[in-house]
């Protein structure tokens, strides 16, 4: 079936140990998306690319970085994770942006 | 600034008891709105999309409207595996999605 996967589904880091998440298509989407979700808010949109041109929302923190090396992959590196970077991780996809996504399961990252 | 709100943020239900959710938005441009099912500790999952008021949708046991301002999402007889979060989102001519908080929907067997 073609989804989205995120890998892992649960990330233990150290406070300030870089970290990185996984996600994966196999949808042949245009557009991915990471957004970061803490408990009973709205997922919050980090950043996005379509296709290689990368868009970084306006009040993303520096400490999130993004690469996408090809269209299957995305990954979210956080470079020196902090306790309220604790939250669920969700990659997302799309044909085009005017269409709706189809998500991963989520990363679940605690950071201790 | 564009945004989405839902009501109400919890609802408790009895099994077979129907309901409605509430989705409001000032998005400028509304190109979709869209509704989403999120269960605990999961990725939300896609319901439904609608493009104009008057619009409706229907899928098992819910069914999506939109108006010019809000658009509900109606329960009819749910079950107990219909308790989940219901995210509402719009999307803009920007082609930004917006995102509500949700509502969190318990039925009671």
């Known amino acids: 079936d073609a989804m989205v996967i995120q890998n892992p589904r649960y990330q233990v880091t150290q406070f300030g140990k870089p970290v990185t998440l996984s996600c994966s298509q196999t949808l042949n989407h245009n557009v991915m998306y990471w957004y970061q979700q803490k408990s009973s808010q709205a997922p919050k949109l980090l950043f996005h690319y379509y296709d290689k041109d990368f868009n970084n929302e306006a009040d993303t923190p520096d400490n999130f970085q993004s690469r996408r090396p090809n269209t299957s992959f995305c990954f979210l590196d956080i470079r020196s994770p902090g306790l309220g970077d604790a939250a669920m991780y969700l990659c997302?996809?799309?044909?085009?942006?005017?269409?709706?996504?189809?998500f991963g399961s989520g990363t679940r990252l605690t950071v201790v | 600034e564009d945004q989405v709100t839902q009501s109400p943020e919890a609802l408790r239900l009895q099994e077979g008891e129907s309901s409605s959710l509430n989705c409001s938005y000032t998005v400028s441009g509304l190109r979709g709105l869209f509704w989403y099912r999120q269960d605990p500790g999961k990725g939300p999952e896609f319901l439904f999309t609608?493009?104009?008021a008057g619009e409706e949708k229907e899928k098992e046991r819910l069914k999506a409207t939109l108006t010019k301002k809000e658009s509900f999402l109606h329960i009819t007889a749910p079950k107990p595996e219909d308790s989940a979060t219901y995210l509402c989102?719009?999307?803009?001519?920007?082609?930004?999605?917006?995102f509500g908080p949700g509502t969190r929907l318990s039925v009671l067997p």
């Open positions: 997302a996809t799309s044909r085009e942006r005017i269409y709706g996504y189809t």
């Open positions: 609608l493009y104009s």
């Open positions: 989102a719009g999307i803009n001519y920007g082609q930004n999605f917006v």
